[in-house]
Nanobody, 128 residues
Framework: QVQLVESGGGLVQAGGSLRLSCAVS????????MGWFRQAPGKQRDFVAA???????YNADSVKGRFTISRDNANNTVYLQMNSLKPEDTAVYYC??????????????????????WGQGTQVTVSS
């Protein structure tokens, strides 16, 4: 079993910054593709950013230039640095892991159904 635990969410004013962390229990973390998704009340879960096992990064257009995904394989952790936050960034943020082979991740990184394991989420609230 792979477990993911998000942390770092909170309340911040527009223009501020937060760094989310996702601690992953899997012993093969360095081979996982990792993603961040978010879900606002009453809305669908949307892709935010992803990073492959080799370090290739993908970003949603809505966060390009503001958010940065990174990973620390030595500590089984993936991060989401969020700068210049806007009220529309308010959502529960989820970390997810894609552990398997056999899927062309490079074509489907934005699809939530591709991911095998999910954290419980951390709330990010941006006030105006």
């Amino acid at each position: 079993q792979v477990q993911l635990v998000e942390s770092g969410g909170g309340l911040v004013q527009a223009g501020g910054s937060l760094r989310l962390s996702c601690a992953v229990s899997g012993r093969a973390f360095s081979s996982y593709n990792m993603g961040w998704f978010r879900q606002a009340p009453g809305k669908q879960r949307d892709f935010v950013a992803a990073i492959t096992w080799s370090g290739i990064i993908y970003n949603a257009d809505s966060v390009k230039g503001r958010f940065t995904i990174s990973r620390d394989n030595a500590n089984n952790t993936v991060y989401l640095q969020m700068n210049s936050l806007k009220p529309e960034d308010t959502a529960v943020y989820y970390c997810a892991a894609h552990t398997g082979m056999g899927t062309d991740y490079r074509r489907s990184y934005y699809r939530s159904t591709l991911y095998d394991y999910w954290g419980q989420g951390t709330q990010v609230t941006v006030s105006s």
